[in-house]
């Protein structure tokens, strides 16, 4: 079983930058993939990005170039830097993890507010 935990939201303004982080615990050898995904008021869950175990990345066409998923394996962290930020961007976003044997694991959430 793997414990996700989220920290780094916060209310920034249009154009501001702020870093997630999530901290895994548990059974983090069998860790695969991890991701964000974001969900905001009456909207679907989305991905934001995701990391292979191997540093491959994948990105919403929304943020890309904008957002930057990175990951400690080491830390057992991974990290979503996040500039330019726009009203849109505003949503809970969620740390996932998937193990090699295809169990996911979900944190809590934390709120990013961007400002205009």
């Known amino acids: 079983q793997v414990q996700l935990v989220e920290s780094g939201g916060d209310l920034v303004q249009v154009g501001g930058s702020l870093r997630l982080s999530c901290a895994a615990s548990g059974s983090t050898f069998s860790i695969d993939?991890?991701?964000w995904y974001r969900q905001a008021p009456?909207?679907?869950r989305e991905l934001?990005?995701?990391i292979s175990s191997s540093g491959n990345t994948l990105y919403a066409y929304s943020v890309q170039g904008r957002f930057t998923i990175s990951r400690?394996?080491?830390k057992n962290t991974v990290y979503l830097q996040m500039n330019?930020?726009?009203p849109e961007d505003t949503a809970v976003y969620y740390c996932n993890s998937r193990t090699n044997g295809n169990r996911i694991?979900?944190?809590q959430g934390t709120q990013?507010?961007?400002s205009s």
């Open 33 to 35: 993939d991890m991701g």
């Open 42 to 44: 009456g909207k679907q």
């Open 48 to 50: 934001v990005a995701r």
């Open 72 to 74: 400690d394996n080491a």
């Open 84 to 86: 330019s930020l726009k």
């Open 105 to 107: 694991s979900w944190g």
């Open 112 to 114: 990013v507010t961007v």
